[in-house]
């Protein structure tokens, strides 16, 4: 999983806020936990195979009352979620000087 934050690398100008570097580390470890559950998602999507089917009947004109996602829908979902997760750890390294220097709001 993810390695704690190494303190030896901040250079913060003022003051090291330590509650916030806490909440930075877990904010971090967080988004590498969201990572590693897509990346099964992906791996769930490639394994499965579209068991529905052809035509499903519940009695009034054929028409299902649920659904499940299919592989590709599945894959598309996790292909979107890793992009918006890419954004959000790319904006959190721009702005982790100012994360770790400045209180968090609860």
Known sequence: MATPLDLSRYRPRGPLNRRALRKYAEF????????????QA???????QDNQPARASNGAGGRRSWSVATPEEMRAAAKKAHASLRVIA?????WEADLISRDWRA
Request: glycine share 4%.
């Open 90 to 94: 790319t904006s959190a390294k721009r």
């Open 28 to 39: 971090w470890t967080a988004l590498q936990a969201v990572g590693a559950a897509l990346e």
């Open 42 to 48: 992906d791996k769930l999507a490639a394994k499965i």
